[in-house]
C-alpha cells in the first residue's frame, strides 16, 4: 500500500529556517507530480508547492515564493521542502502528496488532483 510520511517539522522563530522531508513506500513515485499542502484550523488546506517528475518544473504560491525551495530524489521515492525567512504566518500542518503519475500543470494547486497524502508535520513559527 502506497504511503507517504513526512518529517521535519518543529518550532522555529521568525526568520528561521525549516526543512521537510517525505518519503515514498509501497510503489514507485518517480513518474509521478508531487506536492505540498498546508493547512491550519478552521480553513481550507491551501497549495503551498508542486514539482513534476522529471524536476525540471515546479510551482509555488505567492506567500511563498523566493523562500520556499521544492525538490525531490527519485532514486530515494523522496521529496523534500526548505523553508527559509519564515513567517508566523507560516505556522500549519504541512501535507506531502502525490499524484499516480502526471497530471495537468494547471491543476497543481488543486487539492482534489493529487491521489496519495501523508498524515502532516507541524510548523510552528513563532515572532
Known amino acids: 500500500q502506497a504511503q507517504l510520511v513526512e518529517s521535519g517539522g518543529g518550532t522555529v522563530q521568525a526568520g528561521g529556517s525549516l526543512r521537510l522531508s517525505c518519503v515514498a513506500s509501497g510503489r514507485a513515485f518517480s513518474y509521478a507530480d508531487m506536492g505540498w499542502f498546508r493547512q491550519v484550523p478552521g480553513k481550507e488546506r491551501e497549495f503551498v508547492a508542486a514539482i513534476g517528475w522529471n524536476n525540471n518544473d515546479s510551482e509555488y504560491r505567492d506567500s511563498v515564493k523566493g523562500r520556499f525551495t521544492i525538490s525531490r530524489d527519485n532514486a530515494r521515492n523522496a521529496q523534500y521542502l526548505q523553508m527559509n525567512s519564515l513567517k508566523p504566518e507560516d505556522t500549519a500542518v504541512y501535507y506531502c502528496?502525490?499524484?499516480?503519475?502526471?497530471?495537468?500543470?494547471?491543476?497543481?494547486?488543486?487539492?482534489?488532483?493529487?491521489?496519495?497524502w501523508g498524515q502532516g508535520t507541524q510548523v510552528t513559527v513563532s515572532s
Open positions: 502528496t502525490s499524484g499516480k503519475g502526471v497530471f495537468s500543470r494547471s491543476t497543481w494547486a488543486v487539492w482534489g488532483s493529487y491521489d496519495y
